[in-house]
């Protein structure tokens, strides 16, 4: 079977630009999945995450904070019309729509079907997930036909299509930078050098 991993590590220039969209967030019910799905969209390659739904700037605040701390330029901000913004960039052909639900097509076989040269938007739902994202979405991708959660399926799909991250250079400038360890805990705080 071709290897998942349809990237090479590549520095982030290089990548067009990826997006994951929280369609349905509530502010209440899912405001700790909500920031852990923008901390996996941010760990795992993507340059932004759109948070739509109830407006929330607590969300926003967690991911801006998190940049800042461990560096990168990951963006995020609020879509108040996340389906025109969709249905903009499905007519123009501007990116690949990718929607990840349970319904969907197997993510190892859609996975080699999906372009890597040119934008993408991965959608992830909250509330009921509105009919048209299935038929705007280029693919409809399933991690396993189970009811799981958002952020496990994005970080399964986004770590299968972006690949291995080269994160000296993708999260470069952080005032903290974790070193890899065995055991223990080995953090470079550059805020005291
Ligand atoms: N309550 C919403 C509804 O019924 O439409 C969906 C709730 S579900 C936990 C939230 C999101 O997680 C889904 O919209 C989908 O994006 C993602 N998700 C959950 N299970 C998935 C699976 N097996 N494969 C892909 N995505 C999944």
């Known amino acids: 079977m071709r290897s998942l991993r349809t990237r090479e590590p590549m520095a982030r ?11 349905g967030h509530r502010r209440e ?32 605040e967690t991911w801006n904070s998190v940049t800042e701390h461990f560096g990168g330029e990951f ?15 499905s007519k123009g052909d501007e990116a690949t729509i990718v929607h990840l639900t349970m319904y969907g097509q197997p993510w190892r076989e859609a996975l080699p079907e999906i372009p890597i040269d ?12 509105p009919s048209e994202t299935f038929r705007l979405s280029d693919h409809n991708v399933s991690i396993g036909n189970q009811p799981h959660s958002e952020v496990s399926a ?7 299509w972006v690949g291995p991250i080269d994160e000296a250079s993708r999260f470069d400038g952080g005032l903290i930078e974790i070193v890899p360890s065995i055991r223990g805990k080995i953090v470079i705080n550059h805020e005291e050098e």
């Open 75 to 89: 963006e995020c901000r609020y879509e108040p019309k996340p389906m025109a913004w969709l249905r903009r960039a």
């Open 118 to 129: 040119k934008p993408a938007i991965v959608v992830v739902g909250g509330t009921k997930v």
């Open 29 to 60: 019910r899912d405001k700790r999945i909500t920031s852990h799905l923008g901390l996996t969209a941010r760990a795992f390659g993507a340059d932004e995450v759109v948070l739509a739904g109830e407006e929330d700037h607590s969300a926003l």
């Open 154 to 160: 994005l970080a399964v799909f986004l770590d299968a």
């Open 13 to 23: 220039a290089e990548l067009p630009r990826l997006s994951v969209l929280r369609l």
